[in-house]
């Protein structure tokens, strides 16, 4: 089995535009988390499709889901957590619950507000989960990357070897499991990334090929970008505005 998860539980605190969670918001219409449910929807490899929300949400996610015809028949609604490990470990406990997972069932997480993913990045990270234990896509670093201390630069370190990280990202689903259980306090305390939690127990790590238009809109100025994404990646034109998915796409 292949599973998906979208991790919504966040509320947005960076994003002043708008007093709902950002996933919430909408591009020219359609909301952040609709495009990125599409868009997972379209992946054919994924078997159920999770999607993690703050429980004070669930209720209008499930009426964006109708308004927006979505076909709910793989998604899963979960409660989010205050963090990000708490709402992977709902969303996990829940498939052990409800499933008969296999030594080489895997899981893709993805978030939310990164919308732009796009099919081709979601097979390869499919297909490198198949092969290893934990992958992550990545992009080669654009600016020159320093460590500083006191406002005075320590260090410049080789940017060949420095990469943004990104979603998706994939697991083996049992040895995820098992790694999650086996954080203590402090490391869930400092961990902030999914493939910091295998990391940190010294499990390997593979990168796949990201794509610089696989934005996480988290700021204001985000929320510029994506709204010109939009018309590129989903041919959402402005006249769309107004309408539906179906009229839109």
């Given at each position: 089995?292949?599973?998906g998860?979208?991790?919504?539980?966040?509320?947005?605190?960076?994003?002043?535009?708008?007093?709902m969670?950002?996933?919430?918001?909408?591009?020219?219409?359609?909301?952040?988390?609709?495009?990125?449910?599409?868009r997972?929807?379209?992946?054919?490899?994924?078997?159920?499709?999770?999607?993690a929300?703050?429980?004070?949400?669930?209720?209008?996610?499930?009426?964006?889901?109708?308004?927006?015809?979505?076909?709910?028949?793989?998604?899963?609604?979960?409660?989010?957590?205050?963090?990000?490990?708490?709402?992977?470990?709902?969303?996990?406990?829940?498939?052990?619950?409800?499933?008969?997972?296999?030594?080489?069932?895997?899981?893709?997480?993805?978030?939310?507000?990164?919308?732009?993913?796009?099919?081709?990045l979601?097979?390869?990270c499919?297909?490198?989960?198949?092969?290893?234990?934990?992958?992550?896509?990545?992009?080669?670093?654009?600016?020159?990357?320093?460590?500083?201390?006191?406002?005075?630069?320590?260090?410049?370190?080789?940017?060949?070897?420095i990469?943004?990280?990104?979603?998706?990202?994939?697991?083996?689903?049992?040895?995820?499991?098992?790694?999650?259980?086996?954080?203590?306090?402090?490391?869930?305390?400092?961990?902030t990334?999914?493939?910091?939690?295998?990391?940190?127990?010294?499990?390997?790590?593979?990168?796949v090929?990201?794509?610089?238009?696989?934005?996480?809109?988290?700021?204001?100025?985000?929320l510029?970008?994506?709204?010109?994404?939009?018309?590129?990646?989903?041919?959402?034109?402005?006249?769309?505005?107004?309408?539906?998915?179906?009229?839109?796409?």
């Open positions: 089995m292949i599973y998860a979208i991790l919504a539980g966040g509320t947005g605190s960076r994003m002043k535009l708008s007093k969670p950002k996933q919430f918001i909408e591009i020219r219409d359609i909301p952040i988390i609709i495009l990125t449910i599409k997972m929807l379209e992946v054919e490899p994924f078997d159920c499709l999770y999607i929300i703050h429980p004070e949400w669930e209720g209008y996610l499930k009426d964006v889901l109708y308004s927006y015809n979505v076909n709910t028949d793989k998604i899963k609604i979960v409660h989010g957590a205050k963090d990000r490990i708490g709402s992977i470990e709902n969303v996990i406990n829940d498939i052990f619950e409800s499933s008969q997972v296999g030594d080489n069932d895997i899981i893709i997480i993805h978030d939310a507000v990164r919308p732009f993913a796009s099919e081709e979601f097979l390869r499919i297909e490198a989960s198949k092969k290893h234990d934990a992958v992550v896509a990545t992009v080669p670093a654009i600016d020159t990357m320093v460590f500083a201390k006191d406002n005075e630069v320590t260090s410049i370190p080789d940017r060949s070897e990469f943004n990280g990104q979603a998706p990202e994939g697991f083996k689903l049992r040895l995820f499991r098992d790694t999650l259980e086996s954080l203590n306090d402090v490391e869930r305390s400092i961990i990334g999914t493939v910091q939690i295998c990391y940190a127990k010294g499990i390997k790590v593979n990168t090929e990201g794509d610089y238009q696989n934005i996480k809109i988290t700021t204001n100025e985000d510029m970008l994506a709204d010109l994404l939009v018309e590129k990646v989903y041919k959402v034109e402005s006249m769309c505005i107004g309408s539906r998915w179906e009229a839109c796409l």
